[in-house]
Nanobody
């Protein structure tokens, strides 16, 4: 089973940037498309960015397109999310996990979720 540990969240002012990291255990990580999810209070968890196994294809939800960049380093079993031009509506707990489809942002999971990392965008 893959264990996921997210980090890098924090409090940032609108317009600021953060870089999230997700370290995964297990050798199967590199064989799966993965994505970043977020869950705001009172809302369902949503997949906002996804990347293929080799990193060659990425896709983003319209709400973050042009501001967020997903990348991965399979040698380190790590996936990243660079978040720029942050808005208050980006406030949420961010998680990484598997993704069933990248081009159409289909969610999936490795059977469990990490603790997530809190991102708060506020002045």
């Amino acid at each position: 089973q893959v264990q996921l540990v997210e980090s890098g969240g924090g409090l940032v002012q609108p317009g600021g940037s953060l870089r999230l990291s997700c370290a995964a255990s297990g050798s199967i990580f590199r064989f799966y498309a993965v994505g970043w999810y977020r869950q705001a209070p009172g809302k369902q968890r949503e997949l906002v960015a996804a990347i293929t196994t080799t990193g060659g294809i990425t896709n983003y939800a319209d709400s973050v397109k042009g501001r967020f960049t997903i990348s991965r380093d399979n040698a380190k079993n790590t996936v990243y999310l660079q978040m720029d031009s942050l808005k208050p509506e980006d406030t949420a707990v961010y998680y990484c996990n598997a993704a069933r489809g990248v081009s159409n942002l289909v969610p999936a999971d490795f059977g469990s979720w990490g603790q997530g990392t809190q991102v708060t965008v506020s002045s």
